[in-house]
C-alpha cells in the first residue's frame, strides 16, 4: 500500500496551492514570543529531557556532562525541568520543549563533553521559533517610532483654517531668481 | 474501488500500487499536488489538465529567476524615487544633498533613506536640514525650511572632507566574456 499523504485530497484548491505542511517559512523577519524581553524575560524552554545508555561508549560525554555540569546548569536555569532518562540500547539525546509548543531533539552520539555544554546552552538560549533565514538584516517590533509618514505629517495647521486659493501659499519656491525678481532687485539698487 | 472479474483484486485509482510490479510504480498523486502548489493559481486549462500545468510551471520558473535577478536594481531605483520625492517635499534637490552626505562621510544609503523618510519622518528632515545649511554654507542656493518646521541647526563648514571611495560591488557568477583572458598581473600586484 502507498504511504499515506499528509494533503487532504478534497482540499480546495486554493489551500493546496498554500504553503507546504510545514508550520513555518523559508524566511521570515525574526519573532519573539509573546514579546518576552520588553518588561520581563522569561526563559522559553520549559523541558529537557537527556536520554542516555548507562553502558555504550557513544553517551560518555553525556554521562560526564550529567555528573558534572547538569546540576550548577540546573540550578541556575530553575525555572527549567531537567530529566535524565537513562534508556537501554539507544542513541543518546537531548529533547527540548518550549513555550510555543515546539520540540527541538539533538543527537548526542559521539559527543563529548564539551560539545553538550555548547548545545544545551543553545538550547537554554533558544525560543521555540524555528531556524529561519532572514529576510532583512534589520528587525523591530513596531514599524515606526516617529509615527509613519502621512500627507498631513508635515503640513502647516495654518491649512486648517486657510481660504483657498491663498497668495503666500502660492508661491512657486525656486533657488534660481526669477526674472522679475531680478529686475526688481536692479530696480531696488 | 472496482474488483476486477477474474483475480478480484483490488485496484484503487490514482495510487503508486501495482499488483504484479514487485517495485512499486511512482507515487504520481505526490508529484502533481507538488505541481499544483504554484499552478493552482492559473486560469483554464493550466490549473485542469497536468500537461497544462507543467507548461506554465516552466515559465513560472523563468519568471521566477528574472524576478530575482531584477529584484536588486528595482529596488535601488524604487529607493532613489522616494528619496528624491520625500526630498522635493523638503524643497532640497537630491544631487545637493547626496553630495552634501558623502563629503561629511554619512554613508547612508538610498535603501535606508527612504525607509527613514517613510517611518522615521523627523529623522529624516533633522538630515535634510543639516544637508541644507551645509550646502547654504558652501555657496549652493537653497530653499530655506518653514518656519513652522525648521530645526535649529549649528553646523560648520569645516567638518566636510572628501567624499569617501565608493565601495567596489564584486558581481556574482563568471564574467560577461569568458574568452577574454585575464590580464598579467604587474610585479607590484603580486
Known amino acids: 500500500m502507498p504511504a499515506l499523504p499528509r494533503v487532504d485530497r478534497l482540499k480546495p484548491i486554493y489551500t493546496a496551492a498554500k504553503a507546504l505542511n510545514f508550520g513555518w517559512r523559508f524566511s521570515d523577519f525574526l519573532k519573539i514570543p509573546n514579546y518576552n524581553g520588553i518588561s520581563r524575560y522569561t526563559n522559553q524552554l520549559h523541558r529537557v529531557t537527556f536520554r542516555f545508555c548507562k553502558q555504550s561508549e557513544d553517551s560518555v560525554g553525556v554521562r560526564n556532562f550529567i555528573e558534572e555540569r547538569l546540576v550548577e546548569i540546573g540550578k541556575q536555569n530553575p525555572s527549567v525541568v531537567i530529566y535524565a532518562q537513562p534508556v537501554r540500547n539507544t542513541t543518546p539525546t537531548i529533547r527540548a520543549e518550549y513555550g510555543n509548543g515546539r520540540q527541538l531533539q539533538i543527537n548526542a552520539k559521539n559527543l563529548s563533553m564539551d560539545d553538550i555544554t555548547k548545545d544545551v546552552h543553545l538550547l537554554f538560549s533558544r525560543s521555540g521559533n524555528p531556524v529561519t533565514k532572514l529576510e532583512s538584516r534589520q528587525s523591530a517590533l513596531v514599524p515606526s517610532i516617529q509615527g509613519q509618514w502621512t500627507p498631513i505629517t508635515w503640513l502647516s495647521t495654518a491649512m486648517n483654517t486657510e481660504n483657498l486659493p491663498n497668495k503666500n501659499l502660492s508661491t512657486f519656491k525656486s533657488c534660481k531668481t526669477s526674472a522679475t525678481e531680478y529686475l526688481q532687485q536692479k530696480n531696488a539698487e | ?190
Open chain 2, 1 to 190: 474501488m472496482r474488483l476486477s472479474s477474474i483475480l478480484s483484486l483490488r485496484r484503487i485509482v490514482n495510487s503508486g500500487f501495482h499488483p504484479f510490479q514487485v517495485i512499486p510504480k511512482p507515487d504520481m498523486w505526490r508529484k502533481r499536488e507538488q505541481l499544483q502548489q504554484f499552478t493552482a493559481w492559473q486560469y483554464a486549462s493550466e490549473r485542469t489538465t497536468v500537461k497544462g500545468a507543467y507548461r506554465k510551471q516552466d515559465k513560472l520558473f523563468h519568471y521566477l529567476n528574472m524576478q530575482r535577478e531584477d529584484e536588486k536594481l528595482t529596488e535601488k531605483y524604487h529607493a532613489e524615487q522616494r528619496v528624491s520625492t520625500a526630498l522635493a517635499e523638503h524643497d532640497m534637490e537630491y544631487s545637493k544633498f547626496k553630495s552634501i552626505l558623502s563629503k561629511s562621510h554619512i554613508l547612508l544609503d538610498n535603501i535606508v533613506l527612504a525607509q527613514l523618510a517613510i517611518y522615521e519622518p523627523r529623522s529624516f528632515k533633522s538630515l535634510v536640514s543639516f544637508a541644507k545649511e551645509l550646502a547654504r554654507q558652501e555657496g549652493m542656493s537653497v530653499i530655506p525650511d518653514d518656519a513652522e518646521f525648521s530645526y535649529d541647526v549649528h553646523v560648520d563648514n569645516s567638518i566636510l572632507r572628501d567624499p569617501l571611495p565608493r565601495a567596489v560591488e564584486y558581481p556574482r557568477g563568471a564574467a560577461e566574456n569568458h574568452t577574454n583572458k585575464p590580464r598579467k598581473l604587474r610585479p607590484d600586484e603580486f
